[in-house]
């Protein structure tokens, strides 16, 4: 079992950065590949970034450039540091994680954090 817990988020102006961390239970996190959702308001779900178990990481193409993800194995953490935010960036962002694929579908998902951008 892993659970998840997302912090981080709030409300920042464009332009701004942001940096979200996603704390893990468990022993084994070293072994989960690890993603960033996020859903805006009557949008689907999109993957944002994902980083797997041996470092590899990938991001989706609005992001690419601006947003960072990375992860500490010691500490059990997985950072997603957002820059150049824009308004569009606006949703609710979620940690997952999964011991089999770095993309959809994940076992575990955290309770997500709130991403405001205003313009």
């Known amino acids: 079992q892993v659970q998840l817990v997302e912090s981080g988020g709030g409300l920042v102006q464009a332009g701004g950065s942001l940096r979200l961390s996603c704390a893990a239970s468990g022993r084994t996190f070293s072994s989960y590949h690890m993603g960033w959702l996020r859903q805006a308001p009557g949008k689907e779900r999109d993957f944002v970034a994902g980083?797997?178990?041996?470092?590899?990481?990938h991001y989706a193409g609005f992001v690419k450039g601006r947003f960072t993800i990375s992860r500490d194995n010691a500490k059990n953490t997985v950072v997603l540091q957002m820059n150049s935010l824009k308004p569009e960036d606006t949703a609710v962002y979620y940690c997952a994680a999964d011991s089999r694929s770095v993309f959809e579908p994940y076992n575990y998902w955290g309770q997500g954090t709130q991403v405001t951008v205003s313009s």
């Open positions: 980083i797997r178990s041996g470092g590899t990481t």
